[in-house]
């Protein structure tokens, strides 16, 4: 536990700070910020501070990362009944996740199935890149029927096949990295994942509407701002990253390990 307070702990509450300093300094005109209807008032007390940061964080990606000390904390409760129950458990909660949404549900769903993995020995990443062909098509074939379906059924049916794209995306990751493990390219995209994760909330917000105005008086601006976007967000975080990662102090508060 005094492991994951240097590597999560310290970086989630820095990172919430740098946005509520950033989302004062940009002022309540130019952003949509309801959850926290004190926050440019100057009646935000300390107690409202904590809750926001802890219950709905300033920094609203690093949900997971909150989620993931609880998960934590849980770990022997979640052992001992998974030892004895072998797949039950993540397996009803994959059921219970198609009724319920919940970001707090689908943590435990991945935890618990992480312990199950470990236990069992079973290498789930080299699982989707195995069947990564089956993956793609079934998520591909998923997005399809829905834009089929949807106006009659007013219902994502992609949504109940997520498990699909996840396991395209790691197994295309484990394809990637198997392939060329070499490339600087892969390492620097690894260091940087956490800093591109723990900021782009706050670019999302900001970033696309600008975009948007700016090409869509040249192509028909939707789609092309959703890429853009992508494409902006990754490379500022990566010089980002790259900026962080030259100071160890720095690396240490923002990135954790």
């Given amino acids: ?11 989630y509450i820095i990172w919430n700070v740098v946005y509520l300093l950033l989302y004062w300094l940009i002022g309540q005109d130019r952003i949509l910020f309801s959850e926290v209807p004190h926050l440019f008032d100057g009646k935000l007390t300390f107690i409202q501070f904590i809750v926001t940061l802890f ?10 990362i909150r989620n993931l000390f609880v998960m934590v904390v ?22 219970f ?10 943590s435990l769903l991945w935890f618990s ?22 993956s793609i098509f079934v998520a591909l074939l998923s997005v399809v029927f829905d834009y089929f379906v949807y106006s009659r059924t007013n219902n994502h049916i992609s949504s109940y ?28 995209l690894n260091e940087s994942s956490f800093t591109i994760y723990a900021y782009h909330g706050l670019i999302i917000l900001l970033l ?42 720095a690396r240490m508060l923002l990135c954790g390990r």
């Avoid at 197994?171 to 620097?188: D, F, M, P, T």
């Fill in 1 to 11: 536990m005094k492991k994951r307070v240097k590597s999560l702990l310290v970086p």
């Fill in 55 to 64: 219950i709905k964080p300033l920094d609203g990606p690093l949900w997971f």
């Fill in 74 to 95: 849980l770990s022997p409760v979640l052992y001992y009944i998974i030892v004895r129950t072998r797949y039950l458990m993540p397996f009803s909660l994959l059921l």
């Fill in 97 to 106: 996740t198609q009724v319920i949404h919940s970001p707090i549900i689908e």
């Fill in 113 to 134: 199935f992480g312990i199950s993995f470990a236990i069992n020995n079973f290498d789930f990443l080299y699982f989707c890149r195995r069947n990564l062909v089956f």
């Fill in 161 to 188: 096949f997520s498990i699909f794209k996840i396991m395209s995306v790691l197994g295309i990751g484990y394809l990637c990295v198997e392939k060329h493990r070499q490339w600087a390219s892969i390492k620097v």
């Fill in 208 to 249: 696309p509407p600008y975009i948007y105005r700016t090409v869509c008086g040249v192509f028909e601006g939707v789609i092309l701002t959703y890429f853009i976007s992508i494409v902006l967000i990754i490379s500022i975080g990566l010089i980002l990253s790259i900026l962080i990662n030259k100071s160890k102090v």
